[in-house]
């Protein structure tokens, strides 16, 4: 399948084309996906105005502007998110443009787009500085951090034909690590 892909992702672009999709960057496409930038965390205190400004153009704006030509009933688009906009927690200012992403995939899906979202859990090739390895695994119900390979096969079945009467979900690929969070809600502390 022909995918139009926006961002930046090498390792999760590399799984999606194990997985048989042809990622395009211009011309004709059966489906949008748009990949999320790395997560970075910032006490929302700390974030200057051009901070802010700039992580919502990066994790808001740009998909939006991305998608917004390709907003027609009878197409098909995937946002890739962040787990924190489902679970927000010191530090997570970035969670607030996640959410708002994940508000305009649903708004798509009601004005005809089939439209979901993918929130990735923490991935060991892309886990933030601040967070310690051993803390995130341990908070997790299936022991191990997500990686491309399982947002890969996430995006791959809302892009399938099994997966056609799902509509503007958000679908969670962080091995249970959000149900869990109650239990301490700052992850960079033990």
Known sequence: MRVFA???AAALEAELAERGLDLVRSGDAKAL????????????AELEPDEW????????????????PWLRP????????SILATQPFPGGAVGACALALQTLVRVAALEGVRANAVAAGWRADRLPAELDTDLAVADT?????ASAADVAAA??????LEAAHVNGEVLRVDGGYTITRGSRPDPRMA
């Open 155 to 160: 995006v791959v079945w809302l892009l399938s």
């Open 141 to 145: 119900p299936g022991r191990r951090l």
């Open 33 to 44: 996906v748009t990949l999320a930038p790395r997560v970075e965390l910032r006490p929302a």
């Open 6 to 8: 926006i961002g930046e």
């Open 74 to 81: 009878g197409r098909t688009w995937v946002a890739v998110t």
């Open 53 to 68: 400004r700039a992580s919502f153009a990066a994790w808001v704006e740009e998909p939006f502007f991305a998608a917004q």
